[in-house]
T-cell receptor, first 115, second 113 residues
Framework: NAGVTQTPKFRILKIGQSMTLQCTQD?????MYWYRQDPGMGLKLIYY???????DKGEVPNGYNVSRSTTEDFPLRLELAAPSQTSVYFC??????????????FGPGTRLTVL | GENVEQHPSTLSVQEGDSAVIKCTYS??????FPWYKQELGKGPQLIID?????GEKKDQRIAVTLNKTAKHFSLHITETQPEDSAVYFC????????????FGTGTRLKVLA
């Protein structure tokens, strides 16, 4: 299993541009999450999904959108990028509710800079 | 709102010494407490976790203790090695249907050789 994979690893955007951060997991997990990590801070939840077709907002959803059309994929969309969205973005998945564990498994992250 | 406080923010220890990181949570309904290790340029990786029905759990050089009354839990690393140098995050979660984590702000551990 590759686990949780994220692309791209790095990206520089200009203010006002849009992009999609990709996240894929091959563990058949039903729960998936998007976090952002600012320097010296913990992880803040942006959006999460409890299964295909179901998404909900986390702590800091403004400026982002998500979709979950399949179990495997959970892309994060940035519309009209702003400097405040400069951060490292992590995707995670978990087999919550599948009788296994509550553990979240993280991808390697995408470092995004908005100039 | 729900909150997890983590201390210290940085910790330097000599190789072979012990390191202790402490977290306090606010939501008494929290029942799952994982600890993650994040190395430079990588995503967080689970190193140990504990549930609210257990007071202590150990895995080789790593242990976690939980005090539900005081609402705090701690990570203990014994016989530290240079490869233990990383940022450590605690989190708290509850079985509420969404299983969202609330993370602490992280502790940067440096093990000096």
């Amino acid at each position: 299993n590759a686990g949780v994979t994220q692309t791209p690893k790095f990206r520089i955007l200009k203010i006002g541009q849009s992009m999609t951060l990709q996240c894929t997991q091959d563990m058949n997990h039903n729960y998936m999450y998007w976090y952002r990590q600012d320097p010296g801070m913990g992880l803040k939840l942006i959006y999460y999904s409890v299964g295909a077709g179901i998404t909900d907002k986390g702590e800091v959803p403004n400026g982002y959108n998500v979709s979950r059309s399949t179990t495997e994929d959970f892309p994060l969309r940035l519309e009209l990028a702003a400097p405040s969205q400069t951060s490292v973005y992590f995707c995670a998945s978990s087999p919550m509710g599948q009788g296994v564990t509550d553990t979240q498994y993280f991808g390697p992250g995408t470092r995004l800079t908005v100039l | 709102g729900e909150n997890v406080e983590q201390h210290p923010s940085t910790l330097s220890v000599q190789e072979g010494d012990s390191a202790v990181i402490k977290c306090t949570y606010s939501d008494s309904a929290s029942n799952y407490f994982p600890w993650y290790k994040q190395e430079l340029g990588k995503g967080p990786q689970l190193i140990i976790d504990i549930r609210s029905n257990v007071g202590e759990k150990k895995d080789q050089r790593i242990a976690v203790t939980l005090n539900k009354t005081a609402k705090h839990f701690s990570l203990h690393i014994t016989e530290t090695q240079p490869e233990d140098s990383a940022v450590y995050f605690c989190a708290a979660s509850k079985a509420s249907g969404t299983y969202k984590y609330i993370f602490g702000t992280g502790t940067r551990l440096k093990v000096l050789a």
